[in-house]
């Protein structure tokens, strides 16, 4: 293995031509995920009003993706550097404290919204608490600030380069802290995603016991938490894995070993930048998840002779002068295209 990776240094392995290349699907991320995340920030604020139609947690879930593509330039310039990590403590403990928060928020505002759309359908006429909590902004702040806690492991300067676990340290204390950065790393991906699967078992069953008429809003509740199972398919487990075989090959690293960290390190380095997409495929959940932020989107950004036809696939025909956003009991009547 390079001395680098033995020294629990930021540089990256031998092979630069991966990093070159992993930069520059960051910088495509980026230069996809920032007018995407402030048009739908814009349609949130200024068009849907997210506050008078109960969507606090999708503003939330833009929210963090949109501070999440602003950490991007600054990985991408390491990237280029042949650098994992910035070798500057403060910017380095900075970005992992942004990646770690943000990815964390997302996903559990992702969570929430699908337990929300469960409730709604599998228990039908009971109490959702989650439907109350999606009200309160005060909510989100409590689940911002519960956040906190579990990025001060990656604060440490124990932590350099994603290094931890397996490597060569006698201090109990910073044993304990690597076994903490793990199980927060792990736990905040495997259990949110058993969630998922759970939710849409029972969403499908209910589906299959309902009538015809029923059906339909069924489908599209299916089709909201199938959405999310598939961003987190996509964008969280394959880093997860491979961040699992890394720790593999890194405790049980012996004499010849260093070529097969080196690899691993690399495929998780590119499955991390692969998560980053999930800016990318938030936005289509937010479709998914809620009609009326649909409709805003279009009346706002498509061009004229696409606009109409759009919406009337959306809400009908009588959508093409005027569209309506219905969320719970609150309606806002939209005159956009007359503009």
Same mark, same amino acid.
């Given at each position: +293995?390079?001395?680098?990776?033995?020294?629990?240094?930021?540089?990256?392995?031998?092979?630069?031509?991966?990093?070159?290349?992993?930069? %520059?699907?960051?910088?495509?991320?980026?230069?996809?995920?920032?007018?995407?995340?402030?048009?739908?920030?814009?349609?949130?604020?200024?068009?849907?009003?997210? %506050?008078?139609?109960?969507?606090?947690?999708?503003?939330?879930?833009?929210?963090?993706?949109?501070?999440?593509?602003?950490?991007?330039?600054?990985?991408?310039?390491?990237?280029?550097?042949?650098?994992?990590?910035?070798?500057?403590?403060?910017?380095?403990?900075?970005?992992?404290?942004?990646?770690?928060?943000?990815?964390?928020?997302?996903?559990?505002?992702?969570?929430?919204?699908?337990?929300?759309?469960?409730?709604?359908?599998?228990?039908?006429?009971?109490?959702?608490?989650?439907?109350?909590?999606?009200?309160?902004?005060?909510?989100?702040?409590?689940? %911002?600030?519960?956040?906190?806690?579990?990025?001060?492991?990656? +604060?440490?300067?124990?932590?350099?380069?994603?290094?931890? %676990?397996?490597?060569?340290?006698?201090?109990?204390?910073?044993?304990?802290?690597?076994?903490?950065?793990?199980?927060?790393?792990?736990?905040?991906?495997?259990?949110?995603?058993?969630?998922?699967?759970?939710?849409?078992?029972?969403?499908?069953?209910?589906?299959? +016991?309902?009538?015809?008429?029923?059906?339909?809003?069924?489908?599209?509740?299916?089709?909201?938490?199938?959405?999310?199972?598939?961003?987190?398919?996509?964008?969280?487990?394959?880093?997860?894995?491979?961040?699992?075989?890394?720790?593999?090959?890194?405790?049980?690293?012996?004499?010849?070993?260093?070529?097969?960290?080196?690899?691993?390190?690399?495929?998780?380095?590119?499955?991390?930048?692969?998560?980053?997409?999930?800016?990318?495929?938030?936005?289509?959940?937010?479709?998914?998840?809620?009609?009326?932020?649909?409709?805003?989107?279009?009346?706002?950004?498509?061009?004229?002779?696409?606009?109409?036809?759009?919406?009337?696939?959306?809400?009908?025909?009588?959508?093409?002068?005027?569209?309506?956003?219905?969320?719970?009991?609150?309606?806002?009547?939209?005159?956009?295209?007359?503009?």
């Amino acid at each position: +293995m390079a001395d680098s990776n033995e020294n629990d240094t930021c540089k990256t392995p031998n092979n630069t031509s991966t990093y070159e290349v992993l930069s %520059w699907m960051m910088a495509g991320e980026f230069i996809l995920g920032l007018p995407l995340n402030l048009s739908v920030l814009y349609v949130l604020v200024f068009r849907f009003k997210f %506050w008078k139609n109960n969507c606090v947690f999708l503003f939330n879930i833009v929210l963090a993706d949109f501070l999440l593509v602003a950490c991007l330039p600054v990985k991408i310039h390491h990237y280029q550097n042949n650098l994992r990590r910035s070798e500057e403590p403060a910017v380095c403990v900075l970005m992992l404290f942004m990646l770690f928060l943000n990815r964390g928020a997302s996903i559990v505002f992702l969570i929430t919204l699908s337990l929300d759309r469960y409730f709604s359908v599998v228990h039908l006429g009971k109490k959702n608490c989650v439907k109350v909590f999606k009200k309160s902004p005060l909510i989100s702040v409590i689940i %911002w600030v519960s956040l906190l806690p579990f990025t001060i492991p990656t +604060m440490l300067s124990t932590f350099e380069c994603c290094n931890s %676990w397996g490597r060569d340290v006698t201090d109990l204390s910073e044993m304990l802290t690597d076994a903490f950065r793990e199980i927060v790393f792990f736990s905040q991906i495997i259990i949110p995603y058993i969630i998922l699967i759970y939710c849409t078992a029972r969403i499908v069953s209910r589906l299959q +016991m309902k009538t015809i008429g029923e059906k339909a809003k069924l489908r599209r509740a299916v089709f909201a938490v199938v959405s999310v199972v598939v961003v987190f398919s996509i964008c969280f487990l394959p880093c997860t894995i491979a961040r699992a075989a890394l720790l593999i090959v890194r405790v049980k690293r012996g004499e010849g070993e260093g070529e097969k960290e080196d690899i691993a390190t690399q495929v998780y380095d590119a499955l991390m930048v692969l998560s980053y997409a999930d800016c990318l495929l938030d936005p289509l959940v937010y479709c998914f998840c809620n009609s009326g932020f649909k409709v805003a989107y279009i009346s706002t950004f498509c061009p004229p002779f696409l606009r109409k036809k759009l919406l009337e696939s959306v809400s009908g025909p009588s959508t093409a002068t005027a569209t309506t956003l219905t969320s719970g009991a609150k309606s806002v009547s939209l005159q956009i295209l007359d503009k």
